[in-house]
């Protein structure tokens, strides 16, 4: 079983730095879409479409074997998922509760999307990050790794729940496995999975467990590369196609592109 595997990882890694972020909420410059369309056209595709830039570094045919699938929203897609993510009268974003196990967690009936990863992977950056136009809704970001002990549970609008899982790796929760397997396993209305991978070091021995269970359990689910503005581009696109040859060799239910985040100004910029 996964669980049996991920158990003895638990507590070996340690975290490669400090997230980023205080108690304070942080706001980005580029926090509303509509700005980001105002940037001259190299730096909006620097900041939307990172991937689409670092290919260009990259010499066709110098690894037949290596290559990248870039994914390709148009700019009313994302402005529209943007709108999910904007609170309004009509459109509530709000902590939900918390739960230590699957049989506390709340039974609900919209679609849930999880987001995991290592201890100090930058999730809990980008969960606020998302929530960063719904500015009631309080995503506490701690410097110190292994900070998110239980499973939390966020309401976006009328379209689906948010969920945060605890980091794995370095301070996880002594229950860790037995709380996320099960969610992973029995959540019945658990749409997509978003597994966090620091692009810095690559695929972990720990991160391998993760998307072993999620295959185990056939769970449809994203790779995100969080990071990517802590490296040169030549190690970042070398870190990049390794994992971009693991999805296509190495998983089933994984989707093919890869989703790149940076940091910016305090905040994470999330782009396609």
């Known amino acids: 079983m996964a669980a049996h595997r991920l158990r003895p990882c638990v ?5 490669m730095g400090p997230e980023l972020g205080s ?4 706001y980005s410059a580029f926090q509303a879409f509509t700005e980001v369309l105002r940037l001259p056209s190299k730096q909006l595709t620097k900041l939307v479409f990172p991937l ?3 290919h260009g ?3 066709p045919g110098s690894r037949p074997d290596l290559h990248l699938n870039i994914f390709h929203p148009s700019l009313e897609d994302i402005a529209r998922a943007e709108s999910f993510f904007t609170a309004s009268a009509r459109n509530r974003i709000e902590y939900l509760t918390s739960a230590v196990r699957l049989d506390h967690a709340p039974d609900l009936r919209r679609p849930e999307v999880c987001f995991i990863g290592r201890s100090n992977v930058g999730k809990s950056s980008l969960i606020k990050a998302l929530f960063s136009l719904a500015p009631e809704v309080e995503v506490r970001v701690s410097k ?3 900070h998110t002990k239980k499973i939390n549970f966020y309401k976006v609008g009328k379209h689906f729940t948010l969920v945060d899982m605890p980091g794995y790796g370095y301070r996880a929760p002594e229950d860790f496995v ?3 397997e099960t969610y992973l396993k029995e959540r019945k209305n658990l749409m997509r999975t978003f597994l966090l991978v620091d692009s810095v070091v690559g695929i972990q021995k720990a991160d391998s467990i993760a ?3 999620c295959e185990e359990f056939a769970l449809p689910y994203v790779m995100v590369l969080t990071k990517i503005d802590k490296s040169s581009k030549g190690h970042l696109l070398k870190q990049v196609l390794q994992i971009q040859k693991f999805v296509d060799t190495k998983t089933q239910g994984c989707f093919p592109q890869l989703f790149p985040v940076r940091n910016i100004n305090s ?3 999330y782009a396609p």
């Open 23 to 26: 108690g304070r909420r942080a």
């Open 11 to 15: 507590g070996r890694l340690f975290g």
């Open 144 to 146: 110190k790794p292994g």
């Open 211 to 213: 998307i072993e269970m």
């Open 267 to 269: 905040t994470i910029a």
């Open 52 to 54: 689409q830039e670092l």
């Open 57 to 59: 570094h990259f010499v």
């Open 178 to 180: 037995d709380m996320v």
